[in-house]
């Protein structure tokens, strides 16, 4: 029995609101796997803000790859993990910056933060990450219908 989701199906479970788990290589370590807000269109990169200093930005020049897994906690329990290359993109974060908070904090909170964390858009950085090998499970199938 396959519980894997069609693309189709991914590609829609992914561009639901998530906070997304994003993981790079660490040579000599396991691999470096941090939580991240996201953006994601069917048939598009995967859009991560992050700091120009965080420890992912040298690693992801390195390996110009990633993988990054959303999941759903409550059961039947779904998940989507997909593999692929990177790129870093500076350019002005601050649109995909707004659009995140709101998406994940609500209109009023997510204006504050955008606000409160302004200082950090000159140090921010968008990494893309262009969808490759898709892995995903929903058990769905297990859970009796009522």
């Given at each position: 029995?396959?519980?894997a989701?069609?693309?189709?199906?991914?590609?829609?479970?992914?561009?639901?609101?998530?906070?997304g788990?994003f993981s790079?290589?660490?040579?000599?370590?396991?691999?470096l796997?941090?939580?991240?807000w996201?953006?994601?269109?069917?048939r598009?990169d995967?859009?991560?803000?992050t700091?120009?200093t965080s420890?992912k930005?040298p690693?992801?020049?390195?390996?110009?790859?990633?993988?990054f897994?959303?999941?759903?906690?409550?059961?039947?329990?779904?998940?989507?993990?997909?593999?692929?290359?990177?790129?870093?993109?500076?350019?002005?974060?601050?649109?995909?910056?707004r659009?995140?908070?709101i998406?994940?904090?609500?209109?009023?909170?997510?204006?504050?933060?955008?606000?409160?964390?302004?200082?950090?858009r000159?140090?921010?950085?968008?990494?893309?990450?262009?969808?490759?090998?898709?892995?995903?499970?929903d058990f769905?199938?297990?859970i009796?219908?009522?």
């Open positions: 029995m396959s519980f989701l069609s693309r189709l199906e991914c590609e829609r479970f992914l561009a639901e609101t998530h906070v788990v790079v290589t660490e040579e000599g370590r396991g691999p796997s941090v939580p991240i996201y953006r994601y269109e069917p598009g995967i859009v991560m803000v700091p120009q420890r930005i690693l992801l020049q390195k390996s110009g790859r990633g993988g897994c959303v999941q759903d906690e409550r059961p039947p329990f779904r998940y989507v993990s997909v593999e692929g290359s990177v790129r870093i993109d500076k350019v002005d974060t601050e649109p995909i910056v659009e995140a908070a998406r994940y904090l609500g209109r009023a909170r997510g204006e504050k933060y955008v606000k409160m964390t302004a200082a950090d000159a140090h921010e950085v968008v990494v893309r990450l262009t969808p490759k090998r898709w892995f995903s499970a769905e199938s297990l009796p219908s009522a």
